[in-house]
């Protein structure tokens, strides 16, 4: 009967292991301290034992010729299984303890490896450890197979060397990954935005919304200096608390992608009956622009109002108060540039889109009313409404 011990360090004696144990530094030279052992049944008599000649059994890596891969930070280092043939008289080594021991200058395995023996073979899976920082690690492990802790009596070729070139590539990462917002009824918070690194910047990546977030919009916009970002933008909700989580993605690339947490509190106010988002609206068009320009408004009633509960609904009622600059009076379109239907607006600087007049250049204004209609209360009580006004500014230059 064989007993192994399996030891992934980088010094080869049992009294050095039992010192650097508790010893923190050493980890940053040793991938991991393990000892375990497996109980095999190998065929013939009882061996000699206790012998300090090396026995008549050689080994020999037979796969693979070095360890090499690519993977990137936040993800495991692919495992390894490596292959060796066993020669020689085995029943020498029966009722011996098999020591072996692993030095490696990088901690990339963990601590669960797995030996396999078969008939002239033997095999040592190693896993990949997660979130080794990013760089390249050439180097090699020694792997040293002996009859006692101190490694004074080792197998045939014992240490075996195996080189290895392991490459750790830039994952997806966010510059921020949670994030708790709070605001009161009837106030949108400022959007936030996340700085995103790619694991490949030339390639298209996707951002998906999980436990979704009521109400809340996300959009990814590139800045000027072309630093991918995800936006992300609540909006108008009833009171209460939300979360939501994000996650970027590349297609076809192997980085696993990175999350951003969201938590949202809408404080309840009650002097706010209804509320609109944006609060007001304000675009900027060159002259001759005929580009319609086109966007929503939101409008919520507050569930602590009665009367302005789930039971509400929304009218856009009328588009009034027109101001117009000195040079505009009298223009056909000073009071036809912008529409709506319900809840979206169209802003147009040239007048009908079929029949063109150009606005001049100057700052235009009007107001967009919004009705909000409690439901009914019942026999002799007001139905409650509430209106909101939105102002909307166009700014038109040359």
Not at 205 to 230: H, T
Request: glycine fraction near 10%.
């Amino acid at each position: 009967m064989l007993t192994f011990y399996f030891v992934v360090n980088s010094k080869k004696t049992n009294q050095q292991y039992l010192n650097m144990k508790n010893n923190s530094k050493f980890f940053t030279h040793a991938i991991l301290i393990l000892i375990f052992s497996i109980t095999l049944v190998s065929c013939g008599g009882g061996g000699s034992g206790g012998s300090t000649s090396n026995p008549p059994v050689t080994l020999a890596i037979s796969s693979p010729a070095n360890i090499s891969s690519t993977s990137y930070t936040g993800s495991a280092i692919p495992s390894v299984t490596i292959s060796a043939t066993v020669n020689g008289d085995v029943q020498t080594l029966n009722g011996k303890s098999i020591y072996v021991l692993i030095e490696s200058p990088d901690q990339l395995f963990d601590k669960n490896p797995a030996i396999a023996l078969g008939t002239g073979t033997a095999s040592l899976t190693l896993n990949g450890m997660n979130d080794i920082p990013k760089g390249d690690y050439n180097n090699s492990l020694k792997i040293f197979v002996c009859l006692d802790p101190n490694c004074k009596t080792q197998l045939g070729n014992s240490p075996l060397i195996l080189p290895y070139s392991i490459k750790v590539k830039q994952g997806i990462a966010l510059t921020q990954k949670v994030a708790d917002i709070s605001t009161t009824f009837g106030v949108t918070p400022a959007p936030i935005a996340i700085p995103i690194t790619l694991a490949e910047p030339g390639k298209p990546f996707n951002v998906v919304r999980f436990d979704g977030l009521e109400g809340s919009q996300n959009s990814v916009v590139a800045s000027p200096d072309g630093q991918a970002k995800l936006i992300v933008q609540p909006s108008l909700g009833w009171p209460g608390k939300y979360v939501a989580r994000y996650r970027v993605s590349q297609e076809g690339v192997a980085a696993p992608g990175a999350t951003f947490e969201l938590t949202y509190t809408i404080i309840q106010d009650l002097k706010v009956r209804a509320a609109a988002n944006p609060s007001e609206v304000t675009i900027r068009v060159k002259y001759f622009d005929s580009t319609d320009h086109t966007g929503s408004i939101q409008v919520v009633g507050n569930p602590g109002t009665p009367g302005l509960d789930v039971g509400g609904h929304l009218t856009a009622g009328f588009i009034d108060k027109f101001e117009v600059p000195p040079i505009a009076n009298g223009h056909p379109n000073a009071n036809n540039w912008i529409w709506y239907q319900h809840d979206t607006y169209v802003i147009h600087a040239c007048g009908d889109r079929y029949l063109p007049n150009c606005l001049p250049p100057g700052t235009y204004k009007a107001t967009i009313g919004y009705d909000y209609n409690g439901n009914d209360r019942g026999p002799g009580l007001p139905r409650i409404s509430e209106r909101l006004l939105v102002p909307i500014t166009m700014i038109i230059s040359n």
